[in-house]
């Protein structure tokens, strides 16, 4: 806990904290924001460089945004699919154009959600038999008990075992591996474009393209994750474009409602009609409000060319960041950024950057994961920068495994 979150009196609010422990205890409790800013209860100012976790491209209260939540609350909140309403075809042929076509969409909650959504699509259209997915250690797909297994993070699942049968690991960036891993039982093959919370890793034009034509010849479906990296964030609007390859499904969620819950799974029209009326189903997926919030949040992201900004604001922010001692490489696109530091713990780094009034995140023992908001100023930025500088100036050189 930092000096400054003691001094704000903060484990006051959490003694005997009504929450299940999943998390760990919050440092500060954040009341309020606008742009690129937070406030706390005590009124103290954060710049945002990580957008609750890439969620938050538009920034914080967002008036147009706001509007559109206060408009559909006063109109329309909830129906059930039972019934046709008026948005959540529009935000699908919307989400369809940015992926170039040719498919359909299922809404869901979260990313976890649009993810079991795409799973279960692939074992529909494998049919019986054909059921396996693979997917790539240091991968992150969700927390269900199904996405769980499709994270190739074996110490998230220990707790959790016996998991869903049907799901095999392999190699992140290893072609030969992906090849062999692929057999009579394999259904789709399901890989992000940037293991965001594996630590902010980009996969290769390579290995992606590689995939792909693996996929076609061996008849399984290449399910691309881009619940963290879709919708500008990387400077496309998929993660995926950067690298010309067309997925046969994609998910997304974070940035779609801008903090409104809204997660998409789409697939090509042909796979998407694996599924019938009764297959796969949720009360609240595409309900009125998540998606009159998502089509507002798409109007905004296409009008503010957010994938060009992300692009300009992402190489000046890493130039930059490269620039200054302590920070080895920067990876990542656009805005999705992790500096690497040299022999500096990254937690320590950031708990200096959170007492500075900057919210990062360690997202591995010596990086820092940067996901602000895609329409943040060159300003901003260049404070970020300084703010670096200065945290890393005050945090102790030390020898931090990775
Ligand atoms: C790539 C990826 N997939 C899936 C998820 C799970 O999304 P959610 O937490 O909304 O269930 C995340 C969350 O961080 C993610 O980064």
Redesign the pocket.
């Known amino acids: 806990m930092s000096a400054h979150s003691k001094a704000m009196g903060a484990p006051a609010v959490l003694d005997h904290c009504p929450l299940m422990p999943t998390y760990g205890a919050p440092a500060i409790q954040l009341v309020r924001g606008e742009g690129s800013w937070l406030w706390d209860r005590d009124d103290r100012r954060y710049l945002d460089l990580i957008s609750g976790?890439a969620v938050t491209s538009l920034g914080h209260a967002h008036p147009e945004v706001a509007d559109a939540i206060a408009a559909q609350a006063r109109r329309l909140l909830h129906v059930s699919n039972l019934f046709g309403t008026e948005h959540n075809g529009p935000v699908a042929v919307t989400i369809d154009r940015l992926l170039g076509g040719g498919g359909q969409v299922f809404f869901a909650n979260?990313?976890?959600?649009a993810?079991e959504c795409a799973l279960k699509l692939a074992r529909k259209f494998g049919g019986h038999g054909r059921h396996v997915v693979v997917s790539a250690y240091g991968s992150?797909?969700?927390?269900t008990l199904a996405?769980l297994h499709a994270t190739g993070q074996p110490a998230k699942h220990e707790a959790f075992q016996p998991l869903p049968e049907g799901f095999h690991h392999v190699a992140w960036q290893d072609t030969d591996a992906l090849a062999s891993a692929i057999g009579p039982s394999t259904a789709a093959v399901l890989l992000?474009v940037v293991q965001?919370?594996g630590g902010v890793q980009p996969a290769t034009t390579e290995y992606l393209q590689f995939a792909r034509q693996l996929c076609t010849e061996r008849n399984v479906l290449l399910m691309i994750?881009e619940?963290?990296?879709g919708l500008g964030r990387c400077g496309a609007w998929f993660a995926h474009q950067l690298h010309d390859i067309r997925p046969d499904v994609v998910?997304l969620?974070?940035a779609l409602g801008n903090g409104m819950p809204i997660?998409a799974c789409w697939a090509r029209r042909e796979v998407a009609a694996a599924f019938e009326p009764g297959d796969h189903a949720t009360t609240f997926g595409g309900q009125p409000l998540a998606t009159a919030v998502a089509a507002a949040v798409l109007a905004i992201m296409e009008r503010e060319d957010v994938p060009a900004r992300a692009q300009r604001a992402g190489r000046r922010f890493s130039d930059a960041l490269l620039e200054l001692d302590g920070v080895s490489t920067v990876r990542g696109h656009g805005l999705l950024l992790a500096a690497e530091l040299d022999g500096y713990d990254a937690k320590a780094v950031a708990a200096a950057l959170l007492d500075a009034g900057v919210l990062v995140n360690a997202v591995t023992p010596t990086a820092l994961r940067f996901a602000p908001s895609l329409l943040i100023t060159d300003d901003e930025l260049d404070l970020a920068v300084v703010a670096v500088r200065d945290a890393i100036a005050l945090t102790p050189n030390v020898e931090v495994a990775s």
């Open positions: 976790l979260s990313g976890a959600e993810n992150f797909h969700g927390r996405t992000e965001g919370e994750d619940v963290q990296t998910t969620a974070k997660g």
